[in-house]
């Protein structure tokens, strides 16, 4: 599979139009198209995927606009260009194209990856042409019914033969031959016509698509091929592929001037994934970063010093890690190394380090189902209703009123603030126990610093996960488009004040450089907000490794009546169900005979090994679940089947790091002098059924662990250079104990011996993976086949990388 990242940064305006114009980026993947013509038994074929689109933000009333963006997406091997489109929207919210920018395949390879490939000889062409097949052709206006046209080209040629149209049919099966006089024939005999040379160099064989269209513009042009008769020879049978080709400019002549421009960055890469077992030394190193002492000697570590940026290393670190379930102890490690090299605790993580970055991509992977239900309703209001909410006196309309803006932007803020921090329950597992991580190396290093515990998480769930959702909710897949001007204000607006409200700055009037922000945070300016928000971080970053001390007052995270099973304390007597009263804060599970009286039993939170559902046939009862303990289970049952999935939730949420969480259960209950589920007799027997704990069950992840390693390979092979670098660093600081030399200043070194022992075998593992792509390369080139489907003839890329393997051969030898 291929990556791409399109950074679209100004178009400078060609021609000129009077009024107001607004103008939005459109780039597109055209899936390659081809042509298989054949002679005897002639062909054509055509492929055309489905094709990928992401837009840019409308820009109004500038014909020079600057966008700044950028586009990620998965592409297929298949790809031939990279297509931008311009276009202007009218009063209607109509589009119409105003220009186009199309980038080939070929000319991507000049800067990132190769295509490999072989080549092969062609065969003659005859008299007898065959069409056979298209397959995959587009979707034109809702509709395929395509036909292919077949001519002979050539001196006082023109004649064109058709097939029959294919209605509703993308993949059509023509069938039909066609008979060309290709010239005089001089001598006749049972086995070919001699035909004259000249003749031959002036004709060729030409195959275009069109789809029939009912409308009065006529059939639109799908593309054609055009092959030369004397490229084929005399005999023998032509059976290749060819990409379907477009007209050249339509048949229209275009100055340049008049098409304006526009500028484009483009990072383009490309990789062949190997089978698992090639990645075993290379992966091997980057799973054993986290037990790495000290932690900058590690293979991970050392990615994220030689990679230009940060962000290079951290996306398929974290995706690699997440596979693997290695995610939380890699960015502990990394992270309680960058603490401990933190001087100000004001300053905590707010640098783009490898652990920003990489706890920035986790969330981004873990997170996005957390941010569709806990955002993306209030956010959809936000965008549907345009409520006005400027509360700038420069830039208010004359039809507004301010104080009717600051509380139609209050209530906003309000409701937003309110589920963000009632929505600790859903925050996935990875992430809560990413931040416990952070909590307890910020309040280990900093112990003075009482809030410190609390801003070194606030500094990415407020300020890095829910504030740039807020602000740009369609890079969140919490929109579909970018939102208009007004509503991006509105967001913008809130977007500051929440993460004004999560950063729990002792003078958060002073955070704003604007006057009307400060007048507006008087609102909020009330010690409830602060209260919920250090609730709300309390809750994500719990673990079963328990600091009472730490928190002066219990939260209280649910309550309510249910029936419970007794447990059996007692050696004698009967076991029946009661209705009692049940509160959970995250410092214990009690229940009580009504609200307000003393705990009848108190079962502490890193007590819960684990909270599963109870199978009905145990005690004939629906909603049941059971709260297991070192010694005995606690079964409940609910009112209804949404409160025994909220409590199992909640419960399973606050002991989901308590250190002894048992990985199997019985999923019926123990009666009788056995097992239900399992009939074994011991009411110590280990569990039979793997508990149902971690990531919920909505959060899927689709990673391919190999795919990742093979991009960080890349990455080692692309900075081969700072790797040498980095070990001649090694041993300058190994030799000289006195002030570093510049060139070498920029590495974190901690251990030079130990990092220099992990740098030789990243070396080792990338230059063995280099050998096997190379090999890989060479046998890909001799088996593959000018004219297959996989290569079709007219592929200019293709016959780059014969060039170069030509080249690279020839070098060899």
């Not at 507004?400 to 309110?418: A, G, H, K, P, S």
């Not at 890349?714 to 700072?722: D, E, G, Q, R, V």
Request: charged content about 25%; glycine content about 6%.
């Amino acid at each position: 599979m291929f990556q791409k990242r399109v950074d679209l940064k100004h178009m400078t305006g060609g021609g000129g139009g009077g009024g107001e114009s607004r103008s939005r980026v459109r780039s597109e993947f055209d899936r390659q198209t081809f042509v298989r013509p054949q002679t005897q038994t002639q062909s054509s074929s055509l492929s055309s995927e489905s094709q990928d689109f992401s837009s840019s933000r409308e820009i109004l009333s500038c014909s020079s606009p600057f966008y700044g963006e950028d586009f990620y997406c998965e592409i297929p091997r298949s790809f031939r260009h990279l297509s931008f489109y311009i276009f202007d929207r009218d009063v209607f919210r109509r589009d119409s194209s105003i220009g186009k920018v199309a980038v080939k395949k070929e000319d991507l390879q000049k800067y990132h990856g190769k295509t490999p490939g072989s080549r092969s000889n062609l065969s003659a062409l005859t008299q007898r042409f065959r069409v056979l097949e298209c397959q995959g052709l587009p979707i034109v206006n809702g509709q395929c019914d395509p036909y292919a046209a077949v001519s002979l080209l050539g001196p006082s040629r023109s004649e064109a033969k058709k097939t029959k149209v294919k209605r509703k049919n993308n993949n059509p099966q023509f069938e039909e031959i066609f008979y060309f006089e290709v010239t005089r024939p001089l001598s006749h005999t049972k086995r070919h016509f001699d035909v004259e040379e000249e003749d031959v160099d002036k004709l060729a064989l030409r195959v275009d698509l069109w789809n029939a269209s009912n409308l009065k513009f006529g059939d639109e042009f799908l593309g054609g091929v055009r092959v030369p008769l004397r490229v084929l020879g005399q005999a023998g049978v032509h059976d290749a592929w060819y990409f379907l080709l477009p007209r050249e400019n339509g048949g229209k002549s275009v100055k340049v001037e008049e098409l304006g421009s526009l500028r484009l960055n483009i990072v383009y890469t490309e990789d062949h994934v190997f089978p698992s077992e090639h990645y075993t030394p290379l992966r091997d190193l980057l799973l054993h970063s986290a037990n790495t002492e000290p932690v900058s000697a590690s293979t991970a570590h050392i990615l994220g010093e030689v990679c230009r940026e940060k962000q290079e290393a951290a996306i398929p670190l974290v995706r690699l890690f997440l596979h693997y379930g290695k995610i939380v102890p890699f960015i502990s490690s990394i992270a309680h190394a960058e603490v401990n090299r933190t001087q100000d605790p004001n300053t905590i993580f707010r640098g783009n380090s490898l652990t920003s970055k990489c706890i920035d991509e986790t969330m981004k992977l873990a997170g996005m189902h957390y941010l569709q239900v806990t955002l993306k309703p209030i956010i959809d209001e936000i965008c549907t209703d345009h409520k006005p909410c400027e509360i700038d006196p420069v830039k208010l309309k004359e039809s507004e009123n301010l104080d009717t803006n600051r509380e139609n932007l209050r209530q906003y803020v309000d409701r937003i603030f309110n589920v963000i921090t009632t929505s600790g329950v859903r925050c996935p597992t990875v992430m809560c126990d990413i931040f416990f991580s952070l909590r307890e190396s910020a309040a280990t290093r900093f112990q003075v610093d009482q809030d410190v515990r609390y801003t070194a998480v606030s500094s990415f769930i407020f300020l890095r996960f829910f504030a740039p959702a807020i602000l740009s909710p369609n890079l969140f897949q919490l929109r579909p488009h970018h939102p208009d001007p007004a509503t991006s204000r509105t967001l913008t607006l809130i977007s500051k004040t929440i993460q004004t409200l999560g950063s729990l700055a002792k003078s958060k009037s002073a955070n704003f450089k604007e006057s009307y922000m400060a007048a507006f945070y008087d609102y909020f300016n009330e010690q409830k907000y602060a209260d919920a928000v250090k609730n709300f971080l309390d809750l994500i970053s719990t673990s079963g490794k328990w600091d009472q001390k730490s928190i002066e007052t219990p939260i209280m995270l649910k309550e309510g009546f249910m029936i419970k099973r007794a447990q059996g304390r007692n050696r004698f007597g009967m076991k029946n169900f009661k209705k009692r009263w049940f509160r959970l804060t995250n410092h214990e599970f009690t229940y009580h005979k009504t609200k307000g009286e003393g705990a009848l039993c108190s079962i502490p939170i890193e007590n819960i090994l684990a909270v599963e559902r109870l199978e009905e046939e145990s005690f004939k009862m629906k909603n049941m679940f059971q709260v297991i303990q070192p010694e005995r289970a606690l079964y409940i049952q609910a009112n209804n089947c949404v409160e025994a999935r909220d409590w199992i939730d909640i419960l399973t949420k606050v002991s989901q790091c308590n250190r002894k969480r048992l990985s199997t259960y019985h999923p019926s209950a123990y009666l009788n002098g056995h097992w239900l589920c399992c009939k074994l007799s011991a009411d110590t027997a280990p569990g039979c059924t793997p508990c149902t704990g971690g990531l919920p069950a909505n959060i899927q992840l689709d990673v391919d662990g190999d795919r990742e390693t093979e991009r960080i390979y890349s990455l080692f092979s692309t900075y081969m250079n700072k790797l040498i670098k980095m070990q001649e660093a090694c041993g300058s600081k190994s030799v000289y104990d006195g002030p570093e030399q510049e060139e070498y200043s920029s590495f974190v070194i901690d251990d030079p011996q130990e990092t220099y022992k992990t740098l030789k075998l990243i070396v080792s593992a990338v230059q063995t993976l280099e050998q096997q792509h190379t090999k890989y390369k060479r046998d890909k080139f001799k088996k593959t086949k000018i004219g297959s489907q996989e290569h079709p003839i007219g592929d200019k890329s293709f016959q780059c990388y014969i060039r170069q393997q030509s080249e690279s051969s020839t070098y060899s030898i």
